[in-house]
């Protein structure tokens, strides 16, 4: 699963990096991504600007928003039978990180950071939806595709994110056929990642500093 990430970094490396508009007054870095925060991600409905939507995606049929925390993360496996099918099939969205965490059971559970070997960001593949509460409120939220891991990954956790080749971001925002789409799905390549032990401070969304990406031995 993908459960924690970051996403730190400055709004002139986002604008380069994936050709968006960032307003300075919604974006913040955030150094401790959680479940339930609104965060940054750019969506087919508008892929020129960065958006904030509430991760814990809340399908257009819900009855109650709390039905977000179930759904954080949504597997590849079965994107296409299960209550994301719709949202796959035309709604999606690049979630832009800097890294993302993961516990390692050892024998008690050690967080470890995973990243780019040259620690540049990347996009994760996710899905979105638009909901309206019974009093009008309008909420977009958003899931993470998940796979199976890579060799690196694998040592850590029995699932990773789907990590979109630069090449295929503006594809993943496109209207492609399903067999297309469902062959962006895959681990991403373990030599071009790297991954650290971090210290326990991540364990709690409270924390959200720099200080959470610093190695521990």
């Known amino acids: 699963m993908c459960g924690r990430y970051s996403f730190a970094v400055v709004d002139?490396?986002?604008?380069?990096?994936f050709g968006v508009r960032v307003r300075t007054a919604i974006y913040k870095a955030?150094?401790?991504?959680?479940?339930?925060?609104d965060l940054a991600v750019i969506s087919n409905e508008d892929p020129s600007e960065l958006r904030l939507y509430h991760w814990g995606l809340i399908?257009?049929?819900?009855?109650?928003?709390?039905?977000g925390y179930k759904l954080i993360n949504a597997r590849s496996e079965s994107i296409t039978e299960k209550s994301y099918k719709n949202?796959?099939?035309?709604?999606?969205?690049?979630?832009?990180?800097?890294?993302?965490?993961?516990?390692?059971?050892?024998?008690?559970k050690e967080p470890y950071r995973i990243l780019m070997k040259d620690e540049a960001p990347f996009s994760m593949a996710g899905?979105?939806?638009?909901?309206?509460?019974?009093?009008?409120?309008?909420?977009?939220?958003?899931?993470?595709?998940?796979?199976?891991?890579?060799?690196?990954?694998s040592q850590v956790h029995d699932r990773m994110p789907?990590?979109?080749?630069?090449?295929?971001?503006?594809r993943w925002l496109s209207p492609l056929p399903e067999s297309e789409l469902m062959d962006m799905l895959k681990p991403y390549p373990a030599e071009k990642?790297?991954?650290?032990?971090?210290?326990?401070?991540v364990n709690s969304p409270k924390n959200d500093s720099a200080e959470i990406l610093t190695p521990v031995s």
């Open 30 to 37: 955030r150094y401790n991504c959680a479940p339930g925060q």
């Open 162 to 170: 789907v990590i979109l080749d630069k090449s295929d971001e503006k």
């Open 193 to 201: 990642m790297k991954a650290y032990k971090i210290s326990q401070l």
């Open 87 to 108: 949202a796959f099939r035309s709604r999606r969205c690049l979630v832009p990180a800097d890294s993302f965490f993961e516990w390692k059971k050892h024998p008690a």
């Open 12 to 17: 002139e490396l986002i604008e380069e990096r």
């Open 127 to 153: 899905i979105w939806d638009k909901w309206t509460s019974p009093e009008g409120e309008i909420i977009h939220s958003f899931s993470i595709m998940t796979t199976s891991p890579n060799e690196l990954l």
């Open 59 to 67: 399908p257009f049929w819900a009855k109650e928003k709390s039905i």
